[in-house]
Nanobody, 125 residues
């Protein structure tokens, strides 16, 4: 089992940047894949990025490609989501998720086994 804790959310104006962190309770070298999802008010949970930790292969949803970057710091057991060029439609609760097994579709939330509590990101004037 692993516990995940997100941090770094907050309020930012359109065009601004935020960096989210997902800290794991054990070495991330033991985890196969870490993903970031978000859920906007009144909408379903949306997959936005994923990192395969054995080779650093990264995946992004089209809605964030070119603006968001996923990365990791193994020494800190942490996966980051750097968000630039934020838009009002990026407003959501952002969740970190993880799995120890190889999965067929990074964007299938049912494939992930562990979830954090989420961190709120609000983009507005």
């Amino acid at each position: 089992q692993v516990q995940l804790e997100e941090s770094g959310g907050g309020w930012v104006q359109p065009g601004g940047s935020l960096s989210l962190s997902c800290r794991a309770s054990l070495p991330i070298s033991t985890i196969y894949q870490v993903g970031w999802y978000r859920q906007a008010p009144g909408k379903g949970r949306e997959g936005i990025s994923c990192l395969e930790l054995h080779d650093d292969t990264a995946y992004y949803a089209d809605s964030v490609k070119g603006r968001f970057t996923i990365s990791r710091d193994s020494a800190k057991n942490t996966v980051f989501l750097e968000m630039n060029g934020l838009k009002a439609e990026d407003t959501a609760v952002y969740y970190c998720t993880a799995t120890f097994k190889r999965i067929a579709d990074w964007n299938d939330q049912s494939e992930y086994d562990y979830w954090g509590q989420g961190t709120q990101v609000t983009v507005s004037l």
